[in-house]
Nanobody, 120 residues
Framework: QVQLVESGGGLVQAGGSLRLSCAAS????????MEWYRQGSGKQRELVAASTRVGTINYADSAKGRFTISRDNAKNTVYLEMNSLKPEDTAVYYC??????????????WGQGTLVTVSS
């Protein structure tokens, strides 16, 4: 029905930057919330940044001042700009979205994840 595909992960040195993208496709009537989560090795998945369709944005304390979430509703895409990266940011980053489909269903959709590795 609806798919999310993340891209932009990779290996970066501490202090560097990466930009993640997440594009939604399928039978989409409207994208509602778009969020980024991450899961480090041996850790629970945690919310990093969230964006509602009306523009409300929230960040985890660990992301404030360094990460920026943005979205392009026309392209059904959400971005996560990550600056001043630290080794503790190393994780698999997942995109999550809530979507209203063309047949009026409300879905929660997750992407497959993209690995971000920050070397010290």
């Amino acid at each position: 029905q609806v798919q999310l595909v993340e891209s932009g992960g990779g290996l970066v040195q501490a202090g560097g930057s990466l930009r993640l993208s997440c594009a939604a496709s399928g039978r989409i009537f409207r994208i509602n919330d778009m969020e980024w989560y991450r899961q480090g090795s041996g850790k629970q998945r945690e919310l990093v940044a969230a964006s509602t369709r009306v523009g409300t944005i929230n960040y985890a304390d660990s992301a404030k001042g360094r990460f920026t979430i943005s979205r392009d509703n026309a392209k059904n895409t959400v971005y996560l700009e990550m600056n001043s990266l630290k080794p503790e940011d190393t994780a698999v980053y997942y995109c999550r979205s809530t979507v209203t489909t063309t047949d009026s269903r409300y879905l929660e959709v997750w992407g497959q994840g993209t690995l971000v590795t920050v070397s010290s």
